[in-house]
């Protein structure tokens, strides 16, 4: 199976003290390509450096919802900026959430705008959060597209069928992670069980979000079977379909990463 994690986080402190085994596991299930993603632009040099250290890692800038008001200086222009560099594919995660963060509304906002500014001119994905805020968040990006087209990819997508209809009118890619398992999210599986195939991505969001069985525990890369897994039931079909499917998404979606056969 070849399997790619749209959104991880490799630079966290929980995956320190066994990186490179969690690094081994990961490549020993099958995952060939990781996007681990920036939270703060002011700590940007430490998400770079994993991508910069490892040929099999790339990375995204940008300012998460939780962080807004800590950085709403930051400018497209500065997210522009450091997209040039070769290992940044993506802008984000920037977005939404007034469950798990309690940044001021108006400072995500503003990033959010500044953020979606840079994907536009960049082409390259705005990877958004949005938790709890499906009709701001289908707003702005109907709004904003209007203005001008930017690719998108709703990380661990876990909004309703409305969001995800607006999401799918604007091309986006809705990627899922280990909460997809949880107990409580029926919804969430009937949405992921009727959208298109080639929509969709999988991602682990590591160190959080562990997919049943390893609820509440550290997540890291190699659980991301445990999504393929869940994805197969729910659309009645194999692992490796689903694994061959979303790796096909995820060189759509992320097309500044170059294809398997041209690196090693
Ligand atoms: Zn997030
Ligand atoms: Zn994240």
């Not at 070849?2 to 990961?26: G, K, N, W, Y």
């Not at 869940?230 to 995820?250: D, H, K, M, P, V």
């Amino acid at each position: 199976m070849i399997l790619a994690d749209s959104h991880c986080h490799l630079d966290f402190d929980e995956l320190a003290p066994d990186f490179d085994t969690v690094m081994a596991r990961a490549r020993a299930v099958g995952i060939r390509r990781f996007v681990t993603i920036g939270v703060r632009v002011r700590q940007h040099a430490r998400v770079l450096a994993k991508a910069e250290a490892h040929d099999d890692v790339f990375c995204t800038v940008g300012t998460h919802p939780h962080y807004a008001d800590e950085e709403t200086d930051i400018s497209a222009d500065d997210l522009i900026a450091h997209a040039h560099h070769p290992k940044v594919v993506g802008i984000g995660e920037v977005g939404l959430d007034t469950f798990l963060a309690n940044a001021p509304w108006d400072a995500q906002m503003r990033n959010l705008r500044a953020h979606i500014v840079a994907a536009r001119e960049t082409r390259l994905p705005l990877v958004i959060h949005s938790v709890r805020q499906d009709e701001a968040m289908a707003q702005v990006l109907r709004e904003e597209s209007a203005s001008g087209a930017f690719p998108i990819v709703m990380h661990c997508f876990s909004g309703g069928p409305a969001l995800a209809r607006t999401c799918l009118d604007l091309g986006a890619y809705l990627s899922f992670s280990g909460m997809l398992t949880f107990p409580e999210r029926d919804y969430l599986r009937e949405i992921a069980r009727d959208l298109p195939a080639d929509r969709i991505l999988v991602e682990t969001d590591a160190p959080s979000l562990a997919p049943v069985p390893y609820l509440d525990q550290r997540n890291e890369p190699a659980y991301l079977t445990h999504v393929v897994a869940c994805l197969a039931r729910l659309r009645g079909t194999s692992a490796e379909t689903i694994a061959e499917q979303t790796t096909r998404n995820f060189f759509a979606a992320f097309e500044k990463i170059p294809p398997l056969e041209q690196l090693s």
